[in-house]
């Protein structure tokens, strides 16, 4: 049984990168392993496939076997899927799509949700999301449907840029530079609805920041109300040296944990914890300070109820990217969590 403030904290927790380094998997096996993770019994923790814009096509000819069938979904079943037409996403006005409601005949399945990156001049890229959303779409429901977009900028202005073009039904986020000040960005996003991206990390040592710097980018987007995701480097729980890549000799690098980050997120948003603190549970090393349970999550004397967890997961700390989703799970079960 797995404590429900572990529930809480993991629900939604993974955007799938298979794609990407070090795991950099060809297209059909990264479908093939997002589809098998879908099914698995911790499907719960999955979020989004993630997808550069300029594979679209390839990942729509790879999925297809695997994708709902549309054609098979009785009229009428369900509540329709429309981009746009769901729960408030985290931080304004932008919303992420519906899911499938139930319905007193059989209701549809779930489509995938796919997270594109940027990766060609904009409105090209905006103008194939379009029309990928538009062919995976029938019979009132989508079997893929593309709500979420990241995008790397270099200066606050360029969030302004983009947020002319961007149509309201995709929700995005700014992967801002780690280092430096990010309180910039932060004012630029504020109030907007979009989200910021942090990265934690790569196939390099010098691709991770410090905990000072991770701890610089929750403070400006917590005091900007400015919800957030991480990517790269996250594949296990704790902050402990791990090998770079999946090479037999590969070099080894300490790497953020994602209950570091999302916990010392949770905190900070909850129950305002100080910088020092917050420094300290981004650097904990082991694993025994966290203590999960069904009514709270407490680390060195510090308690977090389940619910403010979960208005933390939804509102402010939303999702990191991870090219593996078998790491954190065997990780945690490694730990005696799952």
């Known amino acids: 049984m797995i404590a429900a403030s572990l529930r809480a904290l993991l629900t939604g927790l993974v955007d799938y990168a298979g794609l990407f380094p070090p795991a950099k998997l060809d297209m059909a096996s990264a479908v093939a392993a997002h589809a098998r993770h879908r099914?698995?019994?911790?499907?719960?923790?999955?979020?989004?496939?993630?997808?550069?814009?300029?594979?679209?096509?390839e990942f729509a000819?790879?999925?297809?076997?695997?994708?709902?069938?549309?054609?098979?979904?009785?009229?009428?079943?369900?509540?329709?899927?429309?981009?746009?037409?769901?729960?408030?996403?985290?931080?304004?006005?932008?919303?992420?799509?519906?899911?499938?409601?139930?319905?007193?005949?059989?209701?549809?399945?779930?489509?995938?949700?796919?997270?594109?990156?940027?990766?060609?001049?904009?409105?090209?890229?905006?103008a194939a999301i379009a029309d990928f959303n538009r062919a995976h779409y029938k019979n009132h429901h989508y079997s893929a449907v593309i709500d979420t977009v990241e995008i790397k900028v270099?200066?606050?202005?360029?969030?302004?840029?983009?947020?002319?073009?961007?149509?309201?039904?995709?929700?995005?986020?700014?992967?801002?530079?780690?280092?430096?000040?990010?309180?910039?960005f932060a004012t630029a996003l504020a109030g907007t609805g979009a989200g910021a991206k942090i990265r934690t990390g790569g196939v390099t040592p010098d691709l991770f920041p410090t905990v000072e710097q991770v701890c610089d980018f929750l403070f400006a987007m917590n005091a900007s109300d400015v919800a957030f995701k991480a990517t790269a480097g996250l594949h296990h729980p704790i902050r402990e040296s791990y090998p770079?890549?999946?090479?037999?000799?590969?070099?080894?690098?300490?790497?953020?944990?994602?209950?570091?980050?999302?916990?010392?997120?949770?905190?900070?948003?909850?129950?305002?914890?100080?910088?020092?603190?917050?420094?300290?549970?981004?650097?904990?090393?082991?694993?025994?300070?966290?203590?999960?349970?069904?009514?709270?999550?407490?680390w060195r004397g510090l308690r977090l109820d389940t619910a403010q967890l979960a208005d933390a997961r939804e509102n402010f700390c939303i999702c990191y990217g991870s090219c593996s989703f078998d790491d954190p799970v065997n990780d945690l079960k490694r730990f005696g969590l799952l």
């Not at 009785?74 to 799509?97: E, S």
């Not at 129950?271 to 009514?295: C, K, S, Y």
Request: negative net charge; hydrophobic residues 40%.
């Open 244 to 298: 770079l890549t999946y090479e037999p000799a590969s070099p080894r690098c300490v790497m953020h944990g994602f209950l570091n980050v999302f916990l010392a997120a949770a905190m900070l948003r909850e129950i305002d914890t100080d910088r020092a603190t917050t420094i300290q549970l981004l650097g904990e090393h082991a694993i025994e300070p966290f203590l999960f349970r069904d009514d709270s999550v407490t």
């Open 154 to 184: 270099a200066t606050p202005e360029a969030i302004d840029y983009a947020l002319e073009r961007l149509p309201e039904e995709l929700y995005p986020f700014f992967e801002v530079p780690v280092s430096g000040d990010a309180r910039g």
């Open 39 to 57: 099914a698995g019994p911790h499907a719960y923790g999955l979020a989004r496939f993630i997808c550069p814009a300029s594979r679209l096509n």
């Open 61 to 126: 000819a790879a999925a297809a076997p695997q994708l709902p069938n549309l054609e098979a979904i009785p009229a009428g079943a369900g509540v329709p899927v429309a981009v746009g037409a769901g729960a408030d996403a985290p931080g304004g006005p932008r919303t992420l799509p519906g899911q499938p409601g139930p319905d007193a005949s059989t209701a549809p399945p779930d489509p995938w949700t796919l997270s594109v990156l940027i990766d060609g001049p904009l409105d090209q890229n905006l």
